[in-house]
């Protein structure tokens, strides 16, 4: 083909660069989505978004871009439109006012059942239905009779400190308090003694590890779903899934034997038992029954669902396979800052250490004495603002609402940044600096403290990871000190941006014997 009369061009070389130009042209009108709608944000990159951006900064301590765009402000992480907020008045209404909005997370939809089950990953209708049928089983009653098993893991936790201390070892905190949190969910969830804290490479600890490891810029399949949302259906259909293939099967086949052997125990001998499978197998039984009964005394219209619809067998996989990630992740992150925490500020640690000797002496940790610790509770809200487990809070636009006069248009995602919103000088004056005693009286936005999240999706197991995190502090400061470094860092900066929140440089301590 003569272009102008000049120029014999192929045709195949004619419809390439119209396809190229087609394709830079879409890139550029999705990277206007947000700022159509008035939403500021920093420029970005085509079809990669502000992906390269984010990566290089990693988490945003300092809110460099809000300083420069505002309390409300884009971020295109690849084909995904994010838009972030500081407000805390507009994360209000997002969280509570109009939650039916924004009432789903954003979640990869590949090829994870039935591990996608889990309460964390589910939506709409089924969200409601499982948070109704999960929430008894973190009752106040429920927790206190656990109380004795995470004790005595916190006891073989010190055992082990303490015999760091007498090596003079130096120790990698994660390590130890990885080992305990799975314990302590292997032994109140489903009742078993894996007993990783004498074998840190635990199967159980293996696996889990694997998921939170797993960074998904690492995968060619990922990255190209990050780029092109569009293509999570294709990777669906050819058996794609989020989670690495062997923890998947892993977890699986262990959790579907734990569930079988559990139904096939006399009825007497799951009434003894109290952990958290037998509460939801009971609840789903209880459920079946009271349906059975509904449906005996009334006809339900045809194509109509109960709401107290009991959990399926891979429903109750979902939610285990999530108590073991999430029990295990999030509560070993926030004693690993404690400690680096306590190590850092001794001052505190001594203050701390003195309120243990004088609510429990040497006495057991139990679900009473533990809530006699009021500083104690102190320093592990300064430890989750500083150093929240999960970075960012995403919610889903389901339908264009408009608050404040911004619009949040179906389609995008809104992401509350938790670390800089704690961080914010003007609700937390010298707001990196480690201070317990800011939480004597505290008069804050309800808003600019969401370490668990707020409103009906805040996190379900808020008051287990408490009573683990105050029982295992207590337990570990009754013979043990947590000392720094000499390279340990003032200040710890060098975070990843995406996943949990984590040092990029694991956190080493020595203990002492008290």
């Given at each position: 083909?003569?272009?102008?009369?000049?120029?014999?061009?192929?045709?195949?070389?004619?419809?390439?660069?119209?396809?190229?130009?087609?394709?830079?042209?879409?890139?550029?009108?999705?990277?206007?989505?947000?700022?159509?709608y008035g939403i500021p944000g920093p420029t970005p990159d085509i079809y990669l978004g502000n992906?390269?951006?984010?990566?290089?900064?990693?988490?945003?301590?300092?809110?460099?871009?809000?300083?420069?765009?505002?309390?409300?402000?884009?971020?295109?992480?690849?084909?995904?439109?994010?838009?972030?907020?500081?407000?805390?008045?507009?994360?209000?209404?997002?969280?509570?006012?109009?939650?039916?909005?924004?009432?789903?997370?954003?979640?990869?939809?590949?090829?994870?059942?039935?591990?996608?089950?889990?309460?964390?990953?589910?939506?709409?209708?089924?969200?409601?239905?499982?948070?109704?049928?999960?929430?008894?089983?973190?009752?106040?009653?429920?927790?206190?009779?656990?109380?004795?098993?995470?004790?005595?893991?916190?006891?073989?936790?010190?055992?082990?400190?303490?015999?760091?201390?007498?090596?003079?070892?130096?120790?990698?905190?994660?390590?130890?308090?990885?080992?305990?949190?799975?314990?302590?969910?292997?032994?109140?969830?489903?009742?078993?003694?894996?007993?990783?804290?004498?074998?840190?490479?635990?199967?159980?600890?293996?696996?889990?590890?694997?998921?939170?490891?797993?960074?998904?810029?690492?995968?060619?399949?990922?990255?190209?779903?990050?780029?092109?949302?569009?293509?999570?259906?294709?990777?669906?259909?050819?058996?794609?899934?989020?989670?690495?293939?062997?923890?998947?099967?892993?977890?699986?086949?262990?959790?579907?034997?734990?569930?079988?052997?559990?139904?096939?125990?006399?009825?007497?001998?799951?009434?003894?038992?109290?952990?958290?499978?037998?509460?939801?197998?009971?609840?789903?039984?209880?459920?079946?029954?009271?349906?059975?009964?509904?449906?005996?005394?009334?006809?339900?219209?045809?194509?109509?669902?109960?709401?107290?619809?009991?959990?399926?067998?891979?429903?109750?996989?979902g939610q285990a396979f999530l108590f073991f990630i999430a029990g295990y992740e999030t509560t070993?992150?926030?004693?690993?800052?404690?400690?680096?925490?306590?190590?850092?500020?001794?001052?505190?640690?001594?203050?701390?250490?003195?309120?243990?000797?004088?609510?429990?002496?040497?006495?057991?940790?139990?679900?009473?004495?533990?809530?006699?610790?009021?500083?104690?509770?102190h320093v592990i809200s300064e430890t989750l603002r500083l150093y929240p487990v999960v970075p960012?809070?995403?919610?889903?636009?389901?339908?264009?609402?408009?608050?404040?006069?911004?619009?949040?248009?179906?389609?995008?995602?809104?992401?509350?940044?938790?670390?800089?919103?704690?961080?914010?000088?003007?609700?937390?004056?010298?707001?990196?600096?480690?201070?317990?005693?800011?939480?004597?009286?505290?008069?804050?936005?309800?808003?600019?403290?969401?370490?668990?999240?707020?409103?009906?999706?805040?996190?379900?197991?808020?008051?287990?990871?408490?009573?683990?995190?105050?029982?295992?502090?207590?337990?570990?400061?009754?013979?043990?000190?947590?000392?720094?470094?000499?390279?340990?860092?003032?200040?710890?900066?060098?975070?990843?941006?995406?996943?949990?929140?984590?040092?990029?440089?694991?956190?080493?301590?020595?203990?002492?014997?008290?």
């Amino acid at each position: 083909m003569e272009l102008l009369g000049l120029i014999d061009i192929p045709l195949t070389w004619m419809l390439v660069a119209g396809c190229l130009l087609l394709i830079y042209l879409y890139g550029k009108k999705r990277n206007r989505f947000l700022s159509d709608y008035g939403i500021p944000g920093p420029t970005p990159d085509i079809y990669l978004g502000n992906l390269r951006q984010v990566v290089k900064m990693g988490v945003d301590l300092d809110n460099k871009w809000g300083q420069e765009f505002g309390d409300v402000y884009s971020v295109y992480l690849g084909g995904f439109p994010l838009i972030n907020v500081h407000d805390p008045e507009i994360i209000k209404e997002i969280f509570i006012r109009d939650f039916n909005n924004f009432s789903d997370r954003l979640i990869f939809d590949l090829n994870d059942f039935p591990l996608s089950t889990g309460i964390f990953f589910e939506t709409g209708a089924t969200w409601k239905r499982l948070r109704n049928i999960i929430s008894p089983t973190f009752s106040g009653n429920k927790l206190r009779s656990m109380c004795a098993k995470i004790d005595e893991c916190a006891v073989t936790l010190t055992k082990n400190l303490a015999h760091a201390a007498e090596n003079e070892e130096i120790i990698t905190t994660k390590d130890y308090f990885g080992a305990f949190t799975m314990d302590v969910i292997a032994s109140t969830a489903f009742g078993i003694d894996i007993d990783s804290q004498n074998n840190f490479h635990n199967v159980f600890i293996t696996q889990a590890k694997k998921v939170f490891d797993n960074n998904v810029l690492q995968s060619p399949v990922m990255s190209l779903i990050i780029l092109f949302p569009s293509l999570q259906r294709v990777a669906k259909a050819l058996g794609f899934s989020s989670f690495p293939k062997s923890t998947r099967k892993f977890f699986v086949s262990s959790l579907k034997e734990m569930i079988t052997m559990r139904k096939s125990e006399p009825k007497e001998e799951q009434k003894r038992r109290i952990d958290f499978l037998q509460l939801m197998l009971d609840a789903g039984d209880n459920l079946s029954h009271q349906d059975s009964e509904d449906d005996k005394s009334q006809s339900q219209p045809p194509g109509s669902q109960n709401g107290n619809k009991a959990m399926t067998t891979d429903e109750v996989l979902g939610q285990a396979f999530l108590f073991f990630i999430a029990g295990y992740e999030t509560t070993a992150s926030t004693l690993n800052f404690a400690a680096y925490s306590l190590a850092t500020n001794p001052d505190v640690q001594e203050r701390l250490t003195k309120e243990v000797d004088t609510v429990l002496g040497k006495e057991p940790a139990d679900y009473d004495n533990i809530g006699q610790l009021t500083y104690m509770d102190h320093v592990i809200s300064e430890t989750l603002r500083l150093y929240p487990v999960v970075p960012g809070l995403n919610r889903a636009v389901s339908k264009t609402t408009v608050i404040k006069g911004w619009t949040f248009p179906k389609g995008s995602f809104i992401n509350i940044p938790l670390v800089s919103l704690q961080r914010n000088a003007d609700i937390f004056p010298e707001p990196n600096k480690f201070n317990p005693d800011r939480w004597e009286n505290a008069d804050l936005h309800q808003m600019g403290y969401l370490p668990f999240g707020q409103g009906p999706r805040m996190c379900i197991g808020m008051r287990l990871a408490q009573v683990e995190m105050k029982i295992g502090l207590a337990r570990i400061l009754q013979k043990v000190q947590f000392d720094r470094l000499p390279d340990t860092p003032d200040e710890l900066r060098n975070f990843t941006a995406l996943g949990t929140l984590s040092n990029k440089c694991p956190i080493n301590l020595k203990v002492v014997l008290r």
